[in-house]
C-alpha cells in the first residue's frame, strides 16, 4: 500500500505580523492534536537556534509548525513541510502595526509610544521597531532574519513563494479562506474575524514614508497577487459561489471576533 505523501507532511504556517493570521490559523490547527503542533515566535532570534532547542521528538511528530516565524523552518522537520502564508498591502499593514502598538499594553513599545504620542510619521522616521516597517514581509519570506536587504532579497522571496501550497492576501480574505480550506480539507466551517484595530488618523506624508521604506515588499505583493490569482484560476466553478458564501458571513465573523476579544480579555 502506497502512502499519500499529504498524510506525512509537515506545514508550515508562516505569519506575517498584522496579515489576518489570528483569522486563519485556526483553521490549520484544528486538523491536528496538540503534540503534533509546534508553536514559535521566532523573528528576533535566529530560527536555527529555536528549532534546535526543540527535542528532535517533537520535531519528528510535528504536523504543523506555526508562528512568526522566518522562511527555513523545513530544515530542521524531518518530513516533506509545505508552506503557506498571507501577505498584506505594505502601507496597510504597517498602520496596523502601529495601531497595534497603540492599544496593546503588553506591547514593548506601547509606553514609549503612548507617553511620547508619537505619531505614525516619527514612528516610521525613528526606525525603533525597522524589523517590522522595512520591507518585513521580504525579510521573513527571504529567511534573511538580520542584517540589510539588497534587491536579491525579493528575488528569494518570490522563488519561495512560488513553492508555497498557498499564497494569501489580507485584502482577499474570503478567497484565501477558502484556497486553505480546500487545500488542508475538510468540509464548510466557519471563520472569526479577529484583532480589528480602531482607526487612526494618516497624513499622505506618511504614506509616501511607508512607501518608501517598503519598496520591495510593493514589489513582492505585486507578485503575490498574480499568484494567488493564479491558484484561484485552477479551482473551477464552485469556487467563486464557496467565496460568496463566507464574503455574506462577513458581518456576523466580526461580532464573533469582537465578543471572543471581550471574553478573552476578561480572562
Avoid at 519561495?160 to 484556497?179: D, K, P, Y
Avoid at 480602531?198 to 507578485?223: C, G, H, K, M
Wanted: glycine share 6%; aromatic share 6%; net charge positive.
Amino acid at each position: 500500500m502506497t502512502t499519500d505523501t499529504r498524510d506525512n507532511r509537515c506545514l508550515v504556517f508562516l505569519h506575517i505580523p498584522k496579515t489576518a493570521g489570528q483569522t486563519l490559523h485556526f483553521v490549520a490547527l484544528r486538523k491536528f492534536e496538540p503534540q503534533e503542533t509546534i508553536h514559535l515566535n521566532s523573528l528576533g532570534t535566529p530560527i536555527d537556534d529555536e528549532m534546535e532547542r526543540i527535542p528532535r521528538a517533537a520535531r519528528e511528530r510535528a504536523r504543523l509548525v506555526w508562528g512568526n516565524l522566518p522562511y527555513g523552518v523545513h530544515e530542521h522537520i524531518p518530513r516533506p513541510c509545505e508552506y503557506l502564508t498571507i501577505l498584506r498591502e505594505p502601507v496597510s499593514r504597517v498602520i496596523s502595526v502601529y495601531k497595534h502598538i497603540l492599544n496593546a499594553r503588553s506591547h514593548v513599545l506601547h509606553r514609549r509610544i503612548t507617553e511620547s504620542r508619537m505619531g505614525l510619521e516619527e514612528y516610521v522616521e525613528s526606525r525603533i521597531d525597522a524589523g517590522q516597517t522595512e520591507n518585513s514581509q521580504t525579510r521573513q519570506l527571504s529567511g534573511r532574519q538580520f542584517g540589510s536587504l539588497e534587491r536579491d532579497a525579493l528575488e528569494e522571496a518570490r522563488s519561495h513563494l512560488q513553492r508555497f501550497l498557498v499564497v494569501g492576501l489580507t485584502e482577499r480574505i474570503e478567497e484565501t479562506f477558502v484556497l486553505l480550506r480546500r487545500s488542508l480539507g475538510g468540509g464548510l466551517m466557519p471563520y472569526v474575524t479577529r484583532n480589528v484595530s480602531p482607526s487612526v488618523d494618516v497624513t499622505q506624508r506618511a504614506v509616501q514614508l511607508v512607501r518608501d521604506r517598503n519598496e520591495l515588499d510593493i514589489d513582492l505583493y505585486t507578485f503575490a497577487e498574480r499568484l494567488l490569482t493564479e491558484q484561484i484560476r485552477r479551482q473551477g466553478r464552485s469556487f467563486q459561489a464557496e467565496v460568496g458564501f463566507y464574503r455574506a458571513l462577513g458581518p456576523a465573523s466580526r461580532l464573533a471576533g469582537k465578543a471572543a476579544d471581550v471574553v478573552r480579555g476578561r480572562r
